[in-house]
């Protein structure tokens, strides 16, 4: 019996030892198989756009980039599929021309030539790049609030490819969104936008 016990064991043994080599080639043929993904670093120049000063982030109507923000890239992969990647985190070294000016570093995955899009702030694109238009609805109806997180500015070009070279074209934003700021006035010119608890636009 003692024999028996020995040598069921000793075939556990080998089999463990069977499997365990099995899986260890398997899980080596995989990772053989599956290529590395190429990782490009790029660094470009973005400015805001003229013509959109009146559709702005601030009371002088003027829309800048803030320290602390991040641009997001919506490009196209190898895979034909719209990706979004997202800046550094604008430091105020980035920011030139009073504001108006920014220097941008990005990361971008298995990216081939073709057009590619910036979106300011970030959190206004969707993963796939479309605009986040929900999270207007997040807004409290003060300027403020809108102005710093949910403006957004808007710029195409194309991305370019020559051998291992990739470059990110320099591009100007422009306002996507018009923010209107009412005054309310009774019939004798007091101004009374306080008391004011439901405001109705319509267009026609």
Request: hydrophobic share 35%; aromatic share 4%; with cysteine.
């Amino acid at each position: 019996m003692m024999k028996t016990m020995k040598f069921l064991s000793m075939a556990a043994l080998v089999l463990v030892g069977a499997i365990t080599t099995g899986c260890t080639n398997e899980d080596e043929n995989m990772s053989q198989s599956m290529p590395e993904p190429l990782l490009v670093t790029l660094t470009t120049t973005v400015s805001m756009g003229g013509g959109g000063e009146t559709r702005a982030l601030t009371e002088e109507g003027v829309k800048t980039f803030a320290e602390g923000e991040q641009i997001a890239v919506v490009y196209t992969n190898t895979s034909s599929e719209r990706v979004k990647a997202l800046s550094n985190a604008l430091q105020e070294g980035d920011i030139t021309n009073s504001g108006k000016t920014a220097k941008i570093t990005v990361t971008l995955t298995n990216p081939k030539a073709g057009s590619v899009d910036y979106i300011y702030p970030a959190s206004m694109a969707n993963s796939d790049g479309t605009p986040n238009l929900s999270a207007l609805c997040m807004q409290n109806g003060t300027l403020t609030t809108l102005a710093s997180t949910l403006d957004y500015a808007k710029g195409s070009g194309a991305m370019t490819v020559n051998g291992n070279e990739y470059t990110l074209p320099g591009i100007a934003l422009k306002n996507q969104l018009t923010i209107c700021k009412f005054k309310v006035k009774n019939s004798g010119g007091t101004e009374i936008t306080g008391n004011i608890t439901g405001l109705t636009v319509s267009d026609g």
